[in-house]
């Protein structure tokens, strides 16, 4: 068994051919043995409560092992990283993350992306700057969420590690993962 792995998935149905499903599946193919992968159902996900939802990932993490990845997809990344700004501890002090891959993730307060709960304050992204385990990946053909959001981000915190595709859409069901992949399997 390998290391842990924690995968947040996006908002919307779950499950079958929906959201994060395949993709998950995918990813656990692609990486092989060299993690032990959980993707914990997050509340209500076609009504996504940001309280619910940090709720759902610290339980994840404090169930994990010390080292573990942490991996988001759309809105599961933009959660994490609120986690992330608002329990500094478990990135600065205590090392119990090896890292943290931000995937296809919206910048909420851009253009038609402006809803309060998920958006993260400048305090939040101050906080953000100093966390180093941070890689975001977007493709560049993503039509759900726009590649400006990944532009934003890596804008607003350049030590983050930056991975771009090319070809993956938003889902990641097709095209080339390999970069993503390559990157996630330094941590295992």
């Known amino acids: 068994?390998?290391?842990?792995?924690?995968?947040?998935?996006?908002?919307?149905?779950?499950?079958?051919?929906?959201?994060?499903?395949?993709?998950?599946?995918?990813?656990?193919?692609?990486l092989g043995g060299n993690f032990t992968l959980s993707a914990p159902a997050m509340p209500d996900p076609e009504r996504p409560d940001i309280n619910q939802w940090l709720g759902g990932i610290e339980k994840a993490v404090s169930q994990a092992a010390p080292g573990l990845v942490l991996v988001g997809h759309s809105?599961?990344?933009?959660?994490?990283l609120q986690f992330l700004a608002r329990n500094p501890?478990?990135?600065?002090?205590?090392?119990?993350?090896?890292?943290?891959?931000?995937?296809?993730?919206p910048f909420w307060g851009l253009t038609d992306w402006?809803?309060?709960?998920?958006?993260?304050?400048?305090?939040?992204?101050?906080?953000?700057?100093?966390?180093?385990?941070?890689?975001?990946?977007?493709?560049r053909?993503?039509?759900i969420v726009g590649f400006d959001h990944f532009q934003t981000y890596v804008n607003r915190l350049p030590a983050a590690g930056k991975?771009?595709?090319?070809?993956?859409?938003?889902?990641?069901?097709?095209?080339?993962?390999?970069?993503?992949?390559?990157?996630?399997l330094i941590y295992g």
């Open 1 to 30: 068994m390998g290391r842990d792995l924690v995968f947040i998935h996006s908002a919307g149905p779950q499950g079958g051919d929906n959201g994060s499903t395949r993709f998950v599946a995918r990813l656990k193919d692609r």
């Open 75 to 80: 809105l599961g990344g933009s959660t994490i």
């Open 89 to 105: 501890e478990i990135w600065r002090e205590n090392s119990h993350l090896s890292a943290v891959f931000i995937i296809a993730s």
């Open 114 to 139: 402006e809803i309060d709960e998920f958006t993260l304050t400048k305090d939040e992204v101050r906080i953000l700057g100093d966390c180093k385990v941070i890689h975001f990946c977007h493709s």
């Open 141 to 143: 053909d993503d039509r």
């Open 163 to 184: 991975i771009v595709l090319e070809s993956a859409g938003h889902l990641l069901l097709d095209g080339d993962i390999d970069s993503l992949v390559k990157e996630i």
